[in-house]
Antibody, heavy 116, light 110 residues
Framework: QVQLVESGGGLVQPGGSLRLSCAAS????????MSWVRQAPGKGLEWLSY????????SYADSVKGRFTISRDNAKNSLYLQMNSLRAEDTAVYYC?????????WGQGALVTVSS | QSALTQPPSASGSPGQSVTISCTGT?????????VSWYQQHPGKAPKLMIY???KRPSGVPDRFSGSKSGNTASLTVSGLQAEDEANYYC??????????FGGGTRLTVL
């Protein structure tokens, strides 16, 4: 079955950096676009970014453009999100997910807390 | 990239039908047949319920249906069951390689 396991979350100070990883299994990773979506505590879902199966097409939400970088390693069946210049408002659960316009499968999420 | 507009809450009794709306613009909901709906129970990851306006993934009960008219998409849950109580989010392709979510609707089964 499809499994997406995020790692790398934690507590970081404002202005700091963090790199999230997502290990994928149970499906042909190279067939899928992949996305990152986040959810602030008690709030709704916010799409952040997606990357095409080959990595040639990448898109970002305005809220993270220039600060976050999505990437993937198809040899390792892994998705990444490099997050720089973190702000308090970036505090959220970050979900790794398959697809782009419709998100088929979701990981369980990684909590990122930005606080001094 | 403004969020799509959903009512904050909806409710219905077991066995009844309830419809949740999702209003956008001609630049997102109205311009593309790429509306999806997600169900999220507290503390859990979202689950895809509807994609491409009205298609159901394998395993989603046919009690869930989607539609669109102009800039407004709708999710209808028929024959409400207790386990349908959850938060529901719509999403749409927004052009320029962007995706936008709605603010979410809390569905209560009375």
């Amino acid at each position: 079955q499809v499994q997406l396991v995020e790692s790398g979350g934690g507590l970081v100070q404002p202005g700091g950096s963090l790199r999230l990883s997502c290990a994928a299994s149970g499906f042909t990773f190279t067939d899928y676009y992949m996305s990152w979506v986040r959810q602030a505590p008690g709030k709704g879902l916010e799409w952040l970014s997606y990357i095409s199966s080959s990595g040639s097409t990448i898109s970002y939400a305005d809220s993270v453009k220039g600060r976050f970088t999505i990437s993937r390693d198809n040899a390792k069946n892994s998705l990444y999100l490099q997050m720089n210049s973190l702000r308090a408002e970036d505090t959220a659960v970050y979900y790794c997910a398959t697809g782009e316009r419709a998100i088929d499968y979701w990981g369980q999420g990684a909590l990122v807390t930005v606080s001094s | 990239q403004s969020a799509l507009t959903q009512p904050p809450s909806a409710s219905g009794s077991p066995g009844q039908s309830v419809t949740i709306s999702c209003t956008g613009t001609s630049g997102d909901v109205g311009g593309y047949n790429s509306v999806s709906w997600y169900q999220q129970h507290p503390g859990k990851a979202p689950k895809l319920m509807i994609y491409d306006v009205n298609k159901r993934p394998s395993g989603v009960p046919d009690r869930f249906s989607g539609s669109k008219s102009g800039n407004t998409a709708s999710l209808t849950v028929s024959g409400l069951q207790a386990e349908d109580e959850a938060n529901y989010y719509c999403a749409s392709y927004g052009g320029s390689n962007n995706v936008v979510f709605g603010g979410g609707t809390r569905l209560t089964v009375l």
